[in-house]
């Protein structure tokens, strides 16, 4: 069993790709599992850096599973799994706001902006919170945010370094329709300068930014 486990991890792997020459995510034969059971298995592509893969299935298929792998908060089992952006310059944006409830719009920003070290801090967050309509209430908690107001502050928080490589895992979910048609001109305007993976059961409203698609069952 030992034996087993030992070359299980050696075949597994997920690293920085090396040469990329114009490929930011490769994937060969991934596979996640959690105990006996097998999440992903035999999942490839590649994402260019100006794709956009669109993760599509139904739920629990393992469209946040594949995400978390992207994003490097959690290593395939077996495969490859190369992706070119080191950690700091990937946005994710998980379920979960990942945005402390206590802290103001503002001073969450500011605090993501200080660990990413974003050159003009200030002004970025300033212009994140406008065009997401969350000005107004950017000295509000974030605990008296709604959850669409949640979203967009998420949002904010994954654009907020200008990252190489977004990975967005249903980043429509709680916007209305004012926050989705924001979030419809913020992705066509960065698809040409950084790469994409966004999962969504609801594909249509992005299938025609998508460059590739994975359908997962
Ligand atoms: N940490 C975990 N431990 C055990 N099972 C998990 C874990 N994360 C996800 N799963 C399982 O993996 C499957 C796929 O989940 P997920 O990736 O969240 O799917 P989707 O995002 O497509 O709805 C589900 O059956 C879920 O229960
Ligand atoms: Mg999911």
Redesign the pocket.
């Known amino acids: 069993m030992v034996g087993r486990l030992a070359a299980h991890a050696l075949r597994a792997r997920r690293r920085r790709l090396r040469d990329y020459s114009g490929i930011v995510i490769r994937a060969r034969g991934v596979e996640k599992r959690?105990g006996d059971?097998r999440?992903l298995r035999g999942v490839g592509f590649d994402v260019s850096r100006d794709g956009f893969l669109l993760v599509t299935?139904s739920?629990?298929?393992?469209?946040?599973?594949l995400l978390r792998l992207c994003a490097g908060l959690a290593i395939p089992t077996a495969g490859e799994l190369d992706v070119a952006p080191e950690r700091g310059r990937i946005g994710y944006l998980a379920h979960e706001p990942l945005v402390y409830r206590e802290l103001t719009a503002v001073e969450n920003l500011d605090l993501y902006g200080r660990l990413y070290r974003v050159a003009e801090r200030r002004e970025r967050i300033g212009m994140l919170l406008e065009r997401f309509g969350l000005w107004d209430a950017r000295h509000e908690r974030a605990d008296s945010y709604s959850r669409g107001m949640l979203q967009r502050l998420a949002l904010c928080r994954a654009l907020l370094h200008d990252p190489e490589l977004l990975v967005l895992d249903e980043p429509y979910s709680g916007l209305d329709e004012e926050g989705a048609v924001l979030l419809d001109r913020e992705l066509d305007e960065r698809r040409a300068s950084c790469a994409f993976v966004v999962?969504t059961h609801d594909p249509a409203r992005i299938d025609l930014l998508a460059t590739s698609k994975l359908a997962?069952s």
């Open positions: 959690y059971k999440v299935g739920n629990g298929s393992g469209k946040t599973t999962a997962l």
